[in-house]
């Protein structure tokens, strides 16, 4: 398989640790999402995927995008360990905590998104930054609660593997870190962050260790 | 089960398309996102749902939020109609559709960003809603060209029943409308569109066939 990734993008990072907690070799393709003007603007990229974003992963002779359906791809197609719990309750949860980040944080803060707050309608840098605080905190405070007032949180966002939800929550705490947002209201986020930076599939899917790290 | 709903919500529009596809029945539970300040903001619906977004459904004693979610949950419990095709690949087209729209589109516009343009970056109304227009015509036109360059399309997203990609096409095809989003570039997805829109279960979900609508 090969990954179509950009080291510091969100989405990439996400599918980097599954691949990496199931055990998956793959070849890394650095777009760089800045240089040439974007290489995901480029006409071979877009042959790839028309959406100009990252990440794609190619099985095969087939080009899918979109981080989470790659990774319900990986779990559906390689079981084994489960991303996703067993019951459908359960995995609605995961999902919800996963689509929380996926939908509700990360595309507002994508880094096209910041390039037409500030070129298109003129913002200053720091109400940008702002901007992206007040989405990380909006979101990450709405998780903080529902973890924390579920039993079924355990050492990861559900029980005590990680799951989907723990691969979308790794990297946008590293997003929320690097533009300076407050976390220090969230115990139970920063609990469940530390148990996965512990584990080797999350470090060596970090920004830092990717080929393509500046 | 209860929905809570919000006429126009995009998001909520979704979960209403796939219950009815799948013929279930359930209750009506406005959350009017203007009045009072935003009801979804109220301390009720926030012990259901700390992310004070709609739609929430409840299953006996559960609730779960993320249309996605809770659309992959009623798919999982109630599999016939399918919303989900029936192969890993197939399925990776067909949530890679619905979070291209889920992730990319949608959520730039949901009401409380253009409130916050509005309200705290002082965006003009004409500007508002030029940024509304660049995400649907952004996100929609990659979504024509993954459409027409693809022989999985059928007289729907994939295929000749609707999917969960249908489910989410048809509320972003209502959204751009009401704010005069150019579609003429757009042929496979008003040709999609037009085929849901025949269907009584797209039908009876539509914002003005809800009993809060206005």
Same sequence: chains 1, 2.
Wanted: proline share 7%.
């Amino acid at each position: 398989m090969q990954l179509y990734s950009y080291f510091r993008s969100s989405a990439a990072y996400r599918v980097r640790i599954a691949l990496n907690l199931k055990g998956l070799p793959y070849d890394y393709q650095p777009v760089h999402l800045l240089k040439d003007g974007g290489q995901q603007l480029g006409a071979d990229y877009l042959s790839l995927n028309p959406s100009a974003l990252v990440p794609t992963l190619v099985d095969g002779d087939q080009a899918i995008g979109q981080s989470l359906a790659i990774i319900e791809y990986l779990d559906e197609t390689h079981p084994q360990p489960a991303l996703l719990p067993a019951t459908p309750l359960a995995r609605a949860r995961v999902r919800a905590i996963a689509l929380n980040i996926a939908c509700d944080i990360h595309p507002l803060n994508n880094l096209r998104v910041l390039k037409y707050l500030k070129h298109d309608l003129k913002v200053e840098e720091e109400a940008k930054n702002a901007w992206y605080r007040h989405w990380v905190d909006t979101g990450l405070s709405a998780l903080e609660a529902m973890l924390a007032q579920s039993p079924e949180t355990g050492r990861f966002c559900h029980g005590d593997t990680p799951t989907l939800a723990d691969v979308c929550l790794v990297p946008q705490v590293f997003n929320a870190r690097r533009f300076g947002c407050d976390l220090s209201a969230m115990p139970t986020i920063l609990r469940i962050e530390q148990a996965c930076s512990a584990l080797p599939a999350f470090q060596n899917a970090a920004p830092e260790n990717q080929p393509d790290a500046e």
